[in-house]
């Protein structure tokens, strides 16, 4: 069983920055897709930026338009981690952020084939 936990939440000024990990537990490896997405009060959850598995056409990053040029995603397939670093944050960029990784290349797998993480608090203040 895969189990996802996300560390490096918290409270930040406008136009600061911040970092969010994410260790994956279990059997997972290159193929697999890897993302951060979040949720607002009320609101689905939303793609900020993932990772595509290395046997996709395009193993690489894709972000929301939202985040480009502010945040980066980072993966270390050897030690199972995603990270997310997120500069010049704003208020809008609060909400619950959570960690995905994906069975599915592309980040397009059935509920069962996805595993979440239980999330972490960002907050950006004006």
């Known amino acids: 069983q895969i189990q996802v936990a996300e560390s490096g939440g918290g409270s930040v000024q406008s136009g600061g920055s911040l970092s969010l990990s994410c260790v994956i537990h279990?059997?997972?490896?290159?193929?697999?897709?890897m993302g951060w997405f979040r949720q607002f009060p009320g609101k689905d959850r939303e793609e900020v930026a993932l990772?595509?598995?290395?046997?996709?056409?395009?193993?690489?990053?894709r972000y929301a338009d939202s985040v480009k040029g502010r945040f980066t995603i980072a993966r270390d397939s050897a030690k199972h981690t995603l990270t997310l670093r997120m500069n010049s944050l704003k208020p809008e960029d609060t909400a619950i952020y959570y960690c995905l990784t994906d069975r599915h290349g592309l980040c397009q797998g059935r509920p069962w084939e996805r595993a979440w993480g239980k999330g972490t608090q960002v907050k950006g203040s004006s």
């Open positions: 279990g059997k997972i490896d290159r193929t697999y897709c």
């Open positions: 990772v595509r598995g290395a046997s996709s056409s395009d193993g690489g990053t």
